[in-house]
């Protein structure tokens, strides 16, 4: 005798098989998860009637428990596992709307839960700290508070200079023209929330008014002076954890979608501009893509909402 069973549920695939042949005064049962090795054992008994009347009994148990007769079909159908909601996703999600909501900006619950906390790859300090110091020197430039030269020349001793796309290391050079927007007031809010990712400053405030030139001072003091070693700023660094920055990131998106929803010289934008800086909040979103949208996390833009993909190809800095 040679019975092979089956058992499916929606968490387990089994495979047990009895076999009662030959002679040997015994049965081997092998039993498993469809698609190991499983394991083997082996009943001993006296009489060659004793061990097939055992046989029959684990069959007949076994079949009361679920398990039913193996196919002949060598294909295996493996139950999916149910879709689960991310619970904590779902938890961020709607405190960032209750959040939205007390503070009277319209709230777009269509909008999807954020990228997978377990699948999140935040950049690392080291990573964070000198693109920010690179962008504040570049700002520097640009606003006229450090000549190119100087600049090419502390980024070159700091051993940033590799770290420059190829606009960058133009624009450092004779270019007159650089790919991203590096007024002061306009860069502040990318580099604050760089900053606040590396536990440089504190808190992020919301909802965010319009950075004012003693916040731009404060900022650009948590920066080593210009031609000054960076080596003490990058040690001092420690990213925030997964969970703060996605909740912050979460919160952002959302106001920020909530504003370019209303359009451009309408009422409702006038009212919100009372309420929140869209230039503030923009440059903190497209911040939060940067940091988020690491190059290990490339691989895996399914699990980003839609909104974070769109808005990463028109917005990101680099």
């Known amino acids: 005798m040679k019975k092979q069973l089956e058992y499916k549920d929606d968490t387990s695939t089994k495979l047990l098989e009895i076999e009662a042949e030959g002679e040997d005064d015994g049965f081997t049962v092998t039993f498993g998860k469809i698609g190991t090795a499983g394991q083997t054992l082996t009943k001993k008994f006296e009489r060659d009637e004793k061990r097939f009347k055992k046989a029959k009994k684990l069959l007949n148990e076994k079949l009361k428990k679920g398990y039913a007769y193996k196919t002949t079909s060598t294909k295996t159908n493996v139950p999916k596992k149910a879709k689960t909601t991310n619970i904590v996703a779902e938890k961020r999600k709607h405190t960032s709307e209750e959040f939205i909501r007390k503070n009277n900006i319209p709230v777009y619950p269509e909008l999807p839960v954020m990228i997978d906390e377990d699948m999140t790859n935040i950049r690392s300090a080291k990573e964070i700290g000198r693109y920010a110091i690179i962008i504040h020197a570049l700002s520097l430039v640009y606003n006229d508070e450090l000549s190119k030269s100087d600049c090419v020349d502390w980024l070159r001793r700091e051993k940033l200079m590799d770290d420059l796309n190829i606009e960058w290391t133009k624009y450092l050079g ?54 000054e070693s960076t080596k003490a700023f990058l040690e001092s660094l420690e990213v925030r954890t997964t969970t703060e920055i996605l909740n912050e990131a979460d919160k952002t998106g959302r106001l920020f979608h909530a504003i370019d929803q209303t359009g451009i010289d309408t009422k409702e934008r006038k009212r919100l501009d009372n309420i929140i800086s869209w230039i503030e909040i923009n440059g903190f979103d497209v911040a939060f893509c940067w940091l988020l949208f690491s190059s290990a996390n490339r691989d895996r833009k399914d699990k980003y909402t839609y909104y974070y993909e769109r808005e990463f190809k028109d917005r990101s800095v680099q």
């Not at 860069?187 to 440089?200: E, H, N, R």
């Open 174 to 227: 004779k270019s007159e023209y650089i790919d991203i927007i590096l007024d002061e007031d306009l860069i502040s809010p990318f580099i604050f929330i760089l900053l606040w990712a590396v536990k440089k400053i504190d808190s992020i405030p919301f909802p965010v008014k319009k950075f004012t030139k003693k916040d731009i001072a404060l900022i650009n003091k948590c920066f080593p002076k210009p031609l």
